[in-house]
T-cell receptor, first 114, second 114 residues
Framework: AQKVTQAQTEISVVEKEDVTLDCVYE???????LFWYKQPPSGELVFLIR??????QNEISGRYSWNFQKSTSSFNFTITASQVVDSAVYFCARPMNRDDKIIFGKGTRLHILP | NAGVTQTPKFRILKIGQSMTLQCTQD?????MYWYRQDPGMGLKLIYYSVGAGITDKGEVPNGYNVSRSTTEDFPLRLELAAPSQTSVYFC?????????????FGSGTRLTVV
């Protein structure tokens, strides 16, 4: 089965703590992109990052960082010094095999407590 | 730039009624998609289109129809609404294949069938 597994259904942390959201994917493609999206309480889906499978360097954008490890098929997302505004559902996504579309994990609901 | 625009934002339908969810994008994107989001279930693909005049089924097409007469518009038609179609519907688009470009999402339509 084509899968994107986000094993953490729900996480709660206190503001200013660091938190890592896990994503494990399966793909038969040799080259591919991976994605993270954010869905805040307002409901829209916001693109966060696209990552090429050729590039295994960690990526950092402000308080956000992503750790891509091809050997373990993982693409984890870390928020440093979390803030209440980071509270949202976060989705990891990968391409469908032999197809143009992407498929999404079930999401991790993140609660940042003040 | 408006991006992807969905209307209406909310709708309540009675069982057996029909309606059309509108989706328009002004980014000259070739690919367009309809997803539904059920609580805790991530996003499931209903229909997609790779260009004007071309549509194809996704994972959960039953009970829905689409058309793509122009590049900009990709309406989703619900015939004979059923309670199982209560969901949040997202339209998305991408210039190239979503597996490469990722998606731009609309703000969603929350549909309740009673």
């Amino acid at each position: 089965a084509q899968k994107v597994t986000q094993a953490q259904t729900e996480i709660s942390v206190v503001e200013k703590e660091d938190v890592t959201l896990d994503c494990v994917y399966e793909t038969r493609d040799t080259t591919y992109y991976l994605f993270w999206y954010k869905q805040p309480p307002s409901g829209e889906l916001v693109f966060l990052i696209r990552r090429n499978s050729f590039d295994e360097q960690n990526e950092i954008s402000g308080r956000y960082s992503w750790n891509f490890q091809k050997s373990t098929s993982s693409f984890n997302f870390t928020i440093t010094a979390s803030q209440v505004v980071d509270s949202a559902v976060y989705f990891c996504a990968r391409p469908m095999n032999r197809d143009d579309k992407i498929i999404f994990g079930k999401g991790t609901r993140l609660h940042i407590l003040p | 730039n408006a991006g992807v625009t969905q209307t209406p934002k909310f709708r309540i339908l009675k069982i057996g009624q029909s309606m059309t969810l509108q989706c328009t994008q002004d980014m000259n994107h070739n690919y367009m998609y309809w997803y539904r989001q059920d609580p805790g279930m991530g996003l499931k693909l209903i229909y997609y289109s790779v260009g004007a005049g071309i549509t194809d089924k996704g994972e959960v097409p039953n009970g829905y129809n689409v058309s793509r007469s122009t590049t900009e518009d990709f309406p989703l038609r619900l015939e004979l609404a059923a309670p199982s179609q209560t969901s949040v519907y997202f339209c998305a688009s991408s210039y190239g294949p979503g597996k490469v470009d990722g998606y731009t999402f609309g703000s969603g339509t929350r549909l309740t069938v009673v």
